[in-house]
């Protein structure tokens, strides 16, 4: 199952194992990771550092033309 940020960001809880990797890279402090929950704020740029950094591949970007 996968969750949408932004209709933009996909997050899949399945394949993620919170190693924080994605919140390190975000250079808007936009992504939170707390008691097995991820959040992307609204501060997000949709820069896609963490899309690129996550080394499970949990996220993923949706380019829906």
Partial sequence: MRHLFFE????HRH???FCGTCVGVCPHDSIELAEADFVIRESCTICKNCIHVCPVR???FIDER
């Fill in 8 to 11: 933009k960001i996909a997050y």
């Fill in 15 to 17: 394949l993620c194992d």
């Fill in 58 to 60: 949990a996220l993923e």
